[in-house]
């Protein structure tokens, strides 16, 4: 079983990824050349494309440059340090969390009065799915700049962003997962006259946790996505997002690379956590095995 | 222990009105086996539905066990047996029967006794730990039975719960059943649609013929309450299985066929 998966997803990932290293370095060197030829003269071939790939400031950062970089940030620097990339991630972590955890409340409160109550169905859910076609770039200075002058700043703000975009997907998932359950196993509970919070927990919210993981998945994705997008405007100086913002003032490519593929990381490691939750708790439902 | 009154009931749809139950009339005695037999849409998992509170009549009066049907229904005077089995996938075969005793609050010592009791009536013993997708569907519905025999209402409540089974499996669990209508005394309200499977298991055949659904015929069965699978070939078997069958066929005859 283990083998069978080893072959059939990591040789292709492999193979992809060799792909888009080799585009990579290939990129570097046209989009570098102009740098390296007003720095240096008279560099033969091998030796300019050497150049091209290890610039201080380079306009395309090489794979390499951006592992150091990670490296370096990572591990070489005290992780209270303002230059480490940990303390940035962390900060940004923090706001995807406390956001991720607001909006799944939120999301799950939401669904559950849609399922029960047929005024909110019919109201509820034309807003929440409005909410989602306002661009979250236009809505994240604003909530910035709102509780910003009511004297709430720091993580709230930014966790506020990622409720924004987190809930959406609970509240899509649970609603459908919490209406699962067949007519049949409704009528069944009604024989045995179960009260409604009955009916709920023992047959509307176990039904519904697979839709729910699902949705948690897409959920702190997401999270992560307004944890970031909520560093932008606010002049933030800590924080994934504001390390791009910084690296693109300076002209620090590398800087905004390494930030981006430390979200990049991030955002993949809570997703694997989430479906390492989902499989460990359906498992033990023995609804997946 | 059930009487059914002049009962109406008309479903509106989208399509106008359908005429599901017509001045439906019927009496069920402590202690019977009442089978409903009768082609699609004549009405029998209504009528079931109808004596469970799980419709309202729109005319006409239902008693189960001297009250209403939903007071019956919230006194817990029944257990339902679906078509499917409806076992929850999360929850072990025990637990599956625990399951209506959570709802109704027994404690856990009542839950364990009356779990392990059920258990071995439907002779499911050395199964309580397994999970549903682990059984065939016979040791399936047997949970199912199980289940609502656990609460120790008196009218139990069929829903053609061998229907999805094949009829090797279903004649060993209509063995079973009657074995198990013996022992506990239950009064049985099972709907069907197989002649066979009425007439050996009934003390009492209502059937029932479609559009709008009605009773055409109740046979009160001369049969023996203990049978074997080989009463099945008597003269009585055969008799009452052309009675029902002649039934059948004159409820057709209303609709120009």
Not at chain 2, 46 to 66: D, F, H, Q, S, Y
Not at chain 2, 175 to 181: I, M, N, Y
């Amino acid at each position: 079983m283990k083998r069978l998966i080893i072959n059939n997803s990591i040789l292709p990932i492999l193979t992809i990824l060799l792909f888009i290293v080799i585009v990579w370095y290939l990129a570097a060197i046209p989009m570098n050349s102009e740098k390296v030829t007003r720095q240096f003269k008279n560099l033969s071939f091998t030796e300019h494309v050497e150049k091209t790939w290890n610039l201080k400031k380079p306009k395309l950062p090489t794979p390499h440059q951006i592992v150091n970089e990670i490296i370096n940030t990572t591990f070489y620097k005290k992780i209270s340090s303002k230059r480490s990339l940990v303390y940035h991630g962390w900060i940004t972590l923090k706001a995807t969390l406390a956001g991720f955890i607001l909006g799944t409340f939120l999301g799950i409160i939401l669904a559950l009065g849609i399922v029960h109550n047929r005024a909110m169905d019919l109201s509820v859910m034309p807003w929440v799915i409005a909410s989602q076609t306002v661009p979250i770039l236009a809505i994240a200075p604003m909530i910035i700049v709102v509780m910003n002058s009511v004297g709430v700043t720091g993580l709230l703000p930014k966790a506020i962003i990622s409720m924004y975009l987190s809930f959406f997907p609970v509240v899509v998932g649970m609603v459908k997962g919490l209406r699962s359950p067949d007519q049949m196993q409704i009528d069944q509970m009604r024989t045995w006259s179960a009260s409604p919070n009955q009916l709920l927990w023992r047959l509307r919210f176990p039904s519904s946790l697979p839709y729910l993981f699902a949705s948690l998945k897409v959920g702190i994705a997401a999270s992560l996505i307004g944890a970031i997008v909520g560093e932008l405007p606010s002049g933030a100086i800590s924080g994934l997002g504001a390390r791009m913002l910084a690296g693109t003032y300076y002209g620090q490519t590398v800087m905004i690379w390494s930030a981006l593929f430390a979200a990049a990381f991030l955002a993949a490691s809570l997703v694997f956590f989430i479906s390492f939750i989902q499989n460990y708790t359906l498992r033990k439902m023995a609804i997946l095995r | 222990m059930i009487s059914v009154e002049n009962v109406d009931l008309t479903f509106e749809t989208n399509d106008g009105p359908v005429h599901a139950l017509k001045e439906v009339s019927l009496e069920v005695k402590e202690g019977d086996f009442v089978s409903f037999i009768g082609p699609s849409g004549c009405g029998k998992t209504t009528l079931l539905r109808v004596i469970a509170a799980l419709e309202t009549p729109t005319k006409g009066n239902v008693i189960v066990n001297n009250m209403p049907p939903d007071d019956a229904r919230k006194a817990r005077e029944y257990g339902y047996v679906f078509q499917a089995a409806g076992l929850y996938p999360w929850r072990t075969v025990s637990g599956n029967i625990k399951l209506p005793l959570e709802i109704m609050g027994y404690s856990s010592k009542e839950k364990e006794e009356r779990t392990k009791k059920v258990i071995e009536l439907v002779e499911l013993k050395g199964f309580e730990k397994k999970f549903p997708w682990q059984l065939s569907g016979g040791m399936q519905q047997r949970a199912s039975i199980a289940r609502a025999l656990a609460f120790d209402a008196n009218i139990l409540l069929m829903d053609e719960p061998f229907g999805a089974l094949d009829e090797i499996v279903r004649d060993r669990l209509n063995g079973e059943l009657l074995k198990l209508w013996e022992r506990t005394s239950k009064t049985i309200c099972f709907v069907t649609h197989s002649i066979p499977e009425a007439v050996y298991l009934s003390t009492k055949i209502v059937v029932m013929s479609p559009r709008p659904g009605r009773i055409t015929d109740v046979i009160q069965s001369p049969l023996p309450k203990e049978r074997t699978l080989e009463i099945r070939d008597s003269k009585e078997f055969i008799q009452i299985a052309q009675r029902v069958r002649e039934g059948l066929k004159s409820g057709h005859l209303d609709e120009d066929l």
